[in-house]
């Protein structure tokens, strides 16, 4: 079984811990405007109160996209501190680095994903 370099592996670790901070911070931030909606007391009309709950099920769905995406990208970084990460469980040749960053949870090489997706 060959593996990815480490160097690679810790240029994705670093990345996937880069995008981890940025999407905690997005979760924060939509948190942080529902809050801040929430709290306005000012009397709106009906039409302004469905474009503010449309706005506010926007943000909710754009939280438990990046809650989706941190989980997998926890995934991701524990399957690299076990050092199984990187590799196509098909054929067993490392998961090309442009791949892994794209998506991290890649468990096939382009070769295998393709095959299998011809399969299907
Ligand atoms: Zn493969």
Redesign the pocket.
Known sequence: MTTLPTTDLQEIAQKLKARQQELLHEIATAEADIEAAAQTQEALDPEELAQRQEAKEVRLGEIARDRNELASIGRALARIEAGDYGV??????P?AKERLLARPEST??????AELEAQA
Do not use: E, L, S
């Not at 196509?88 to 040749?93: L, Q, R, Y």
């Not at 096939?108 to 994903?113: E, L, P, Q, T």
């Open positions: 196509c469980v098909a054929c067993g040749k998961i096939h090489c382009i070769a295998c994903k």
